[in-house]
């Protein structure tokens, strides 16, 4: 254990609380009080630091989450619900009629984008609370951009699809759906930060270059050419 915390960098306390809980197997007993760990316990090792550290998951959270990896009868998609399903964990949203409007307006965005997805699960419970917080907050008219946040989520959701969907043994596959559908969400958040100083740059200086004239020419006016909405 001494040596796998000084290959990884984890302490050994740690290390044994995460045996505890059953995210990391215990070693294999070489005598009453001595255990030996290989590069597989390390791999996980690291897997879960991603999770926990980048990710963002809670420990409860990575541990539905292995589960579903180390289960050889789950199916990569059935380990990708539950993965996104703790990313947009259940929140406390009031009951009222704002909330259903909300949920109705989700369904319809989900109908009129024609996506085979469940309006009514995690995700789209969690993007009706949005909509009521924004409305709550006064800045409904935010609400006008969802379908363009749409029309770039379908894209990266796409590309997530064609890279996690590359030809692998099940247990490089389904790793390849937690890591990129976790660590994913975290890259893409921190890209939108980027781009938002980008485009402030781009805004105070307007005549810096043929990109800041036009800085985004497939967003908006491109999902709603494909769509035949004005």
Not at 11 to 16: D, L, M, N, R, S
């Amino acid at each position: 254990m001494a040596e796998l915390c000084r290959r990884s960098g984890v302490p050994v306390a740690t290390i044994k609380f995460y045996i505890r809980l059953g995210l990391l197997p215990a070693g294999r007993l070489t005598s009453p009080t001595r255990a030996s760990y290989d590069s597989a316990h390390e791999h996980r090792l690291r897997l879960i630091r991603a999770l926990l550290d980048a990710g963002g998951l809670s420990l409860a959270a990575i541990g539905d989450v292995l589960r579903a990896v180390d289960d050889p009868d789950r199916p990569p998609a059935d380990v990708l619900r539950t993965t996104t399903d703790h990313l947009t964990p259940p929140r406390e949203t009031a009951s009222g009629p704002e909330l259903d409007e909300a949920r109705a307006e989700v369904a319809r965005l989900v109908r009129r984008l024609g996506w085979r997805a469940d309006a009514d699960g995690p995700a789209g419970e969690a993007l009706a609370g949005v909509l009521v917080a924004l409305r709550a907050a006064g800045h409904g008219d935010f609400a006008v951009l969802l379908d363009d946040y749409a029309a770039a989520a379908e894209r990266v959701a796409r590309a997530d699809l064609g890279h996690l969907g590359r030809p692998a043994a099940r247990a490089e596959q389904v790793e390849r759906v937690v890591v990129g559908t976790v660590l994913g969400e975290a890259m893409f958040s921190a890209l939108r930060r980027l781009a938002h100083a980008d485009a402030w740059w781009c805004r105070l200086h307007p005549d810096s270059g043929a990109r800041c004239t036009d800085p985004d020419p497939t967003a908006g006016a491109a999902w709603r050419r494909r769509h035949g909405t004005p």
